[in-house]
């Protein structure tokens, strides 16, 4: 089945340690987003990449970074997680960004990040 | 600004009861898309509709119905004859082509058996 999946779905790190989360997609989707979920919140987007063209949001902080090696794959960097970044992170998916419908988006199981 | 609203943090049903599921929205747009999206306890964030603002005929899916209203900027979200298996956080959420999709906090609903 075609599917979105991020791995590991669970990562413990520690405070001040670069981490990198990882997102494939057999999907075969132009767009790629990483979103931040905190507890009892709903999803945040941090960015996304359209082809390999990446695109930042606005209130992203800098500590996030992003690679999109190739249309299959794309990993969030953090480069060093403070406690309030301990999150869900999901990555999603669309076939296209500026064309409706074709831009609607399919999340992956998420990778929940615990800072110690 | 665009903004989702789901004024319902928490729902409570018994099996088999119908439950309703409401999402009010702002925009100043004239073309925008709205969206429900189920998110299990598994946390993966599961696709269940997309509107455009052109149409406005409800549909059904099986034990799910919407209801979209721009009259009163509301695309409501009814399950009939709840399960178990319903049980997840339901989030509403809007969009433009091109922008980044506005979530709504989230409506909670536990299904009892």
Sequence with gaps: DAMVIQNPRYQVTQFGKPVTLSCSQTLNHNVMYWYQQKSSQAPKLLFHYYDKDFNNEADTPDNFQSRRPNTSFCFLDI?????GDAAMYL?????ERDSPPQDTQYFGPGTRLTVL | AQKVTQAQTEISVVEKEDVTLDCVYET???TYYLFWYKQP?????VFLIRRNSFDEQNEISGRYSWNFQKSTSSFNFTITASQVVDSAVYF?????????LIFG???TLSVSS
Excluded at chain 1, 91 to 95: D, E, H, Q
Excluded at chain 2, 93 to 100: D, H, M, S
């Design chain 2, 28 to 30: 100043r747009d004239t």
């Design chain 2, 105 to 107: 906090k989230g409506t």
């Design chain 1, 79 to 83: 480069r060093s997680p403070g406690l």
């Design chain 1, 91 to 95: 990555c999603a998916t669309s076939r």
């Design chain 2, 92 to 100: 509403c959420a809007l969009n433009q082509a091109g922008t980044a």
């Design chain 2, 41 to 45: 306890p598994s946390g993966e964030l």
